[in-house]
T-cell receptor, first 119, second 112 residues
Framework: GAVVSQHPSRVICKSGTSVKIECRSL??????MFWYRQFPKQSLMLMAT?????????EQGVEKDKFLINHASLTLSTLTVTSAHPEDSSFYIC???????????????FGSGTQLSVL | SQQGEEDPQALSIQEGENATMNCSYK?????LQWYRQNSGRGLVHLIL?????REKHSGRLRVTLDTSKKSSSLLITASRAADTASYFC????????????FGTGTRLQVFP
């Protein structure tokens, strides 16, 4: 089956530092990936759509300069939380559609998430 | 893209009982998907039902879709403690790279 690997699974950092989260599609290509964040016992909030080779599309209210997204290859998208502050502490999850030539993309494959704690 | 709304917000049952959760949405769809999230993990796709389908089964899962009422239901039969998780529906308007918007989900607790 399609596997999305997300790394690291947990990170603790000091306020003001930057944190990079990687999302890799291990056995398929993904032109499009999505980044979500989730607060405890709440739903996933879509942050941005990451497109290989082009700029990410951010949802309303999400700061582009705060959350830098790079999708440099068909198997890797990264989310960098710049100058992290305690309010950025959250669970970040990436997901991807598997590119298919003959059939449509239908379901999303999710990474296992990254718990970010900013002290 | 559009958001589905799950109901109830929380559900507690005993092992062996059936669990039913519902999803409502507002506009026309191409398909509707159900996902499960275990605590502290990513989401896992469970089942997809297309707009021209009314019912679909997968193991202990049964999904129904009523496009006239813009609603769907997910039934888990003979529940197990391992089914404890949050369940989300995701209506989708296209097969292409449609971004999925998730509601607050149904938190299912199955007691042994």
């Amino acid at each position: 089956g399609a596997v999305v690997s997300q790394h690291p699974s947990r990170v603790i950092c000091k306020s003001g530092t930057s944190v990079k989260i990687e999302c890799r599609s291990l056995d398929f290509q993904a032109t499009t990936m999505f980044w979500y964040r989730q607060f405890p016992k709440q739903s996933l909030m879509l942050m941005a759509t990451s497109n290989e080779g082009s700029k990410a599309t951010y949802e309303q209210g999400v700061e582009k300069d705060k959350f830098l997204i790079n999708h440099a290859s068909l198997t890797l998208s990264t989310l960098t939380v710049t100058s992290a502050h305690p309010e950025d502490s959250s669970f970040y999850i990436c997901s991807a559609y598997r590119d298919r030539k003959q059939t449509y993309n239908e379901k999303l494959f999710f990474g296992s998430g990254t718990q970010l704690s900013v002290l | 893209s559009q958001q589905g709304e799950e109901d109830p917000q929380a559900l507690s049952i005993q092992e062996g009982e059936n669990a039913t959760m519902n999803c409502s949405y507002k506009t026309s769809i191409n398909n509707l998907q159900w996902y499960r999230q275990n605590s502290g993990r990513g989401l896992v796709h469970l089942i997809l039902i297309r707009s021209n389908e009314r019912e679909k089964h997968s193991g202990r899962l049964r999904v129904t879709l009523d496009t006239s009422k813009k609603s769907s239901s997910l039934l888990i039969t003979a529940s197990r403690a391992a089914d404890t998780a949050s369940y989300f529906c995701a209506p989708s308007r296209s097969y292409n790279t449609d971004k999925l918007i998730f509601g607050t989900g149904t938190r299912l607790q199955v007691f042994p």
